[in-house]
């Protein structure tokens, strides 16, 4: 089974920046979308951004301005920049993609954590 596996998370104050990246351990043939995911504690998990395979792409309402996703194709990466970190910004990310057969693939979180 492919795994993902999302690097860049860390402390960072208020208005900061992060950059987070994904990658995966394998080959994940015909992927259908590439998102970024987040969890607060106590809270449900949320789409935060989403980019389909014609690159389509998708953001939530509150990081819209804010976040960036992007891909390598070539390099089955993809990227999350976050600009102008706000403490409720602050959650577990989790890289997804679902592939041709609509296989879900999940990384196992990374912190991101904005505070002064």
């Known amino acids: 089974q492919v795994q993902l596996v999302e690097s860049g998370g860390g402390l960072v104050q208020p208005g900061g920046s992060l950059r987070l990246s994904c990658a995966a351990s394998?080959?994940?043939?015909?992927?259908?979308?590439m998102d970024w995911y987040r969890q607060a504690p106590g809270k449900q998990r949320e789409l935060v951004a989403r980019?389909?395979?014609?690159?389509?792409?998708t953001y939530a309402d509150s990081v819209k301005g804010r976040f960036t996703i992007s891909r390598d194709i070539v390099k089955n990466m993809v990227y999350l920049q976050m600009n102008s970190l706000k403490p409720e910004d602050t959650a577990v990310y989790y890289c997804?993609?679902?592939?041709?057969?609509?296989?879900?693939?999940w990384g196992q979180g990374t912190q991101v954590t904005v505070s002064s």
């Open positions: 997804h993609q679902i592939d041709r057969y609509y296989v879900d693939y």
């Open positions: 394998g080959i994940i043939r015909g992927v259908r979308s």
């Open positions: 980019i389909l395979s014609d690159a389509t792409l």
